[in-house]
């Protein structure tokens, strides 16, 4: 889970596997967002989740959202090796700012 | 063209040097942003640029000084950094202010302050 001020948690599965990761927030959200980051380089937009949804699809990916718990989590199926990576969520801020604010991160590991 | 790119990729500067750090992009997003990453930890926000101009600074040092040229650049001055600021410096960019859109970052540049 990514949640207040815990360590990212790492993962380790094989290929094939399915991958959940949790996260929580805080503060009420217009949206959330799950990003990747492979080796330290830049963040890839995975998927946007409204407020008003409860679950949303794309390709191997599922987000759920549960704005009543505050939380969401992402779902990749069939994992690959090329999955191996860290994945935030990110919400607004409560700065009131309307910018991301990014949880602690997930990495995960997809061994062949 | 669907990218935003950083550039240099790598930067080594000294305490006492003046450095840039450029961010490129051409998709008429009308936000940019700059992040910092240490390793190991969610990138940080640090400036906004909305329609070209500064819309928040979350408390950066002067040593950090941002520039909007117009409105696909956007630089990042460094001056008299401290070794804690190595760091992956992050530009991001969104369709517009808010959170309806998702960013499109860069690659990053890696600094080390030496």
């Known amino acids: 889970s990514q949640q207040g001020e815990e360590d990212p948690q790492a993962w380790s599965i094989q290929e094939g596997e399915n991958a959940t990761m949790n996260c929580s927030y805080k503060?009420?959200?217009?949206?959330l967002q799950w990003y990747r980051q492979n080796s330290g380089r830049g963040l890839v937009h995975l998927i946007l989740?409204?407020?008003?949804?409860r679950e949303k699809h794309s390709g191997r990916l599922r987000v759920t959202l549960d704005t009543s718990k505050k939380s969401s989590s992402l779902l990749i199926t069939a994992s690959r090796a090329a999955d191996t990576a860290s994945y935030f969520c990110?919400?607004?801020?409560?700065?009131?700012?309307?910018?991301?604010?990014f949880g602690k991160g997930t990495m995960l590991l997809v061994s062949p | 063209d669907t990218e935003v790119t950083q550039t240099p990729k790598h930067l080594v500067m000294g305490m006492t040097n003046k450095k840039s750090l450029k961010c490129e992009q051409h998709?008429?997003?009308?936000?940019m942003y700059w992040y910092k990453q240490k390793a190991k930890k969610p990138p940080e926000l640090m400036f906004v640029?909305?329609?070209?101009?500064?819309?928040i600074n979350e408390s950066v040092p002067s040593r950090f000084s941002p520039e909007c040229p117009n409105s696909s650049l956007l630089n990042l001055h460094l001056h008299a950094l401290q070794p804690e600021d190595s760091a992956l410096y992050l530009c991001?960019?969104?369709?517009?202010?808010?959170?309806?859109?998702?960013?499109?970052f860069g690659s990053g540049t890696r600094l080390t302050v030496v």
């Open positions: 989740i409204r407020s008003n949804e």
């Open positions: 991001a960019s969104s369709q517009g202010p808010g959170l309806n859109y998702g960013y499109t």
């Open positions: 640029y909305s329609y070209e101009k500064l819309s």
């Open positions: 503060t009420s959200i217009n949206n």
């Open positions: 990110a919400t607004d801020d409560d700065s009131g700012y309307s910018t991301l604010t």
């Open positions: 998709m008429g997003h009308r936000a």
